[in-house]
């Protein structure tokens, strides 16, 4: 019996010591890095995962405590996603209202895979909730704003959907684009497939350019990325138009005629061997993993179906049969 009593005695301390404990830490004020803190909570992030995120940005100091709070009110799934505009000196009771209540800055902006560092500009710049900071300003310039110093621009930045709230400046929005690809290339990097013939991630990141303008069905990515592949291995030249588009810049008027793929620029694969010098647009997660775990195929030509879908080649002769039916509808062609 006494040892009953005295087990019930601790189980009775140590209840007292939890709530002890969680009332100060509901009542105790947040103290985040900045005034005010931007948070998002992307659909489907668990309540883990969000502890955690706001460990991470030094908005707590362990995901614990919060967790234990969120539980005890049995509101586990009542966190809402979207982009927050948060205030340091709230209580971990005021941030969990915030965050259930979903009161969440609604401005956002998308920057679509496939799009060029110009593109991403313009709608910047045509953005009325955005702060512009960068209109005047050189890509160069950016780049080195942002924290990048002399990178060329295009293609280091993450395709996505950003919340941001009203007057935040096109400089930041940009800056969290390029730590989101950085981010995103590295991890991918780090798990690579075998055997790939790429010196670096960033040589990656031009080949996942080209499977990105390429590829009309996603599922063909991987493909593409194989053939191209297959080309790299036995030192055939790339042959890709959206190469040679991009290197034509402005002068491209929509149609790409054969005295362009015959006139020499950095971009034109048709001219030169190997990868582009730099990426030719922005590619998303998909295309960078296809560049890194390509199909394993024989292919080394395909033609385009004209439903965004290909046809893949073995041979010259398979191909140039593929281009009659497909491109030439069947006629034949010398």
């Not at 948060?86 to 965050?99: A, D, K, M, N, R």
């Not at 790939?196 to 990105?212: D, G, K």
């Not at 055939?236 to 054969?258: A, H, S």
Request: aromatic share 10%.
């Amino acid at each position: 019996m006494r040892l009953l009593r005295f087990l019930v005695f601790l189980l009775m301390l140590g209840v007292i010591g939890f709530c002890g404990w969680m009332a100060y830490f509901v009542s105790t004020p947040l103290q985040f890095p900045n005034a005010t803190q931007e948070f998002e909570i992307r659909a489907g992030s668990s309540l883990r995962s969000i502890s955690q995120q706001m460990v991470d940005k030094e908005m707590l100091q362990e995901p614990w405590s919060f967790i234990l709070l969120v539980r005890a009110m049995r509101m586990a799934g009542g966190i809402k996603a979207g982009n927050y505009l948060l205030e340091s000196g709230q209580t971990p009771y005021q941030l969990f209202i915030t965050l259930s209540n979903g009161n969440v800055t609604q401005d956002s902006i998308t920057f679509i895979e496939g799009w060029t560092f110009a593109q991403m500009r313009q709608a910047l710049n045509s953005h009325e909730s955005v702060r512009h900071l960068t209109m005047a300003y050189t890509d160069e310039e950016i780049m080195r704003n942002i924290g990048a110093g002399n990178a060329y621009p295009e293609g280091l930045f993450f395709p996505d959907t950003y919340y941001f709230s009203r007057g935040m400046s096109d400089q930041d929005i940009l800056k969290r684009a390029y730590i989101a690809m950085q981010n995103r290339l590295e991890a991918a990097w780090q798990e690579r497939g075998q055997g790939l013939p790429y010196a670096s991630a960033y040589e990656v990141l031009i080949m996942a350019s080209i499977v990105e303008k390429e590829t009309g069905k996603a599922s063909e990515r991987p493909l593409i990325a194989g053939v191209f592949l297959n080309r790299l291995r036995i030192g055939m030249r790339l042959q890709t138009d959206p190469t040679v588009i991009y290197g034509m810049g402005e002068l491209f008027d929509g149609n790409l005629r054969k005295r362009d793929l015959i006139k020499d620029t950095p971009f034109n694969t048709y001219t030169r061997g190997g990868l582009p010098p730099t990426p030719i647009a922005m590619p998303g997660l998909a295309a960078i993993q296809a560049a890194l775990h390509p199909a394993k195929t024989d292919a080394i030509y395909f033609v385009g179906k004209g439903d965004g879908s290909h046809e893949f080649s073995r041979t010259l002769g398979e191909h140039n049969r593929a281009v009659v039916r497909y491109q030439l509808k069947g006629r034949n062609a010398r």
